[in-house]
């Protein structure tokens, strides 16, 4: 009996996830462009949401807001060549502060993936045995994998890939879980069955059918990432006259999203109890929007205030001087959860004096011997290389010592092994192999 009722007291202690808040976590996640598409089909839906017309404003003769910004902020989002998914996520490995083992096994099991970003059970079976690593080790590193951007890179099925995506995004219950251990009844056309089995009613089940179809079975066949020229940054940063540099939010429909008080007075009091239930759901729905584009508004303007904070250095001098920066101290900055920083930044992008920036870009793991203080960013160490590489005289390039002994008079501490991983991440050549040419990195 003991056993029973402390079983209870835990489980009622726990936290309830109720919609709303799973909803409110994926709207974190979001880009703008995004943010703005689910904006808009939440006025259309709801009457007593109201979103000013930004294409013109009739009253004043003014055009939109946002294309008083427009010729400006595409002059600063500068243009970049096509990257690939593997780059990407390499990049994003490179960047990382997990510990080395990890993110070096990670960019292994990267190249053992076929061309639907799938991990077979034999294929990893192979790979353990082939360079004698710990099955257990592998699949840590297989898990880190599958949540970097694209999430699902590295699943061993569909229905991994789909739960490793409703993981990301807040959304993976038990219901969830019992559909994708079933996806085969589908095929039969057993809905109601495949309804009871997983504890919900059929039209829970449709909703669940249709969050599984904008999900994306096969994250590793898009063939390119988003040039920069077309990403919309959500921040700006900004130098007053007295050098203090400033974080804003740009203009958004999202800024002017307002609840329609007047339409509520005009309705009549003799509404019939299913009207005016109509409306109180209207109403709280609005309201809650509201709140969650104001919170959320507010929320990255903070975070790029903290991430600023934690590298002053970056807007003066550049990449070269990030500093070591993971996503668990700006959750301490911010006194929120290190998974709330991780929606946060995203898909998001900041506007810097060196253009347009993946918040992401901002955290960077620490380089140096064991002992040396103060630590240097992963980063700026991968920066510096790439301008000494680019100032190196053609006929007389350096070699991976030389180069290591630059960067230790530039102020990091790295081995030639460091020196050449971060060479080929960069596609920079040997010594050899650039001798007699321009090197442009």
Known sequence: MRT????????????????????????????QADMDAYIAQQVEQNPFLELPDWEFDRGSGRPDPSAVNSTH?????????????????????????????LCRLAALLLEEVDEYGRLSS???????????????CAEEARQYLLRLDPVGVGA???????AVQLDDEGLLSEAFTRLLANLGRLVKGDRAGLATLCGVGVQ??????????????????KAVVEPALLRRAELRVEQDEQGAWHVFAYADPAQDLKLNTELRSQLSARMSVRER????????DARWLLNVVARRRKSLVLLGQKILARQPDFLHRGVEALHPLTMLQIAQDMQVHESTVSRLVADKYI?????????RFFFTAGVGRHGQAPPRGAAAARACLRRVVREEKPDNPLSDSALVEVLEQQGFSVSRRTVVKYRQLMGIRSSFSRKGHTITV
Do not use: N
């Open 277 to 284: 239930g109509q409306v109180k759901d209207w109403m709280t």
């Open 73 to 101: 902020d595409m002059i600063e989002r500068l243009a970049s060549s096509e990257v690939s998914v593997e780059e990407q996520m390499l990049r994003q490995i490179a960047l990382s502060s997990r510990p080395a083992w």
């Open 4 to 31: 029973v009722l402390e079983h209870k007291v835990r489980h009622r202690q726990g936290v309830a996830v109720t919609p709303r808040m799973r909803e409110a976590l994926r709207l974190l996640r979001l880009p």
């Open 351 to 359: 506007s810097t004096p060196d253009g347009v920036l993946p918040l």
């Open 122 to 136: 034999a294929a990893l079976e192979t790979f353990c045995q082939s360079r004698g690593i710990e099955r257990t």
């Open 204 to 221: 829970e089940l449709e909703r669940m059918l249709l969050t599984l179809q904008r999900l994306e079975p096969y994250p590793y066949c």
């Open 156 to 162: 061993l099925s569909v229905a991994e890939c789909f």
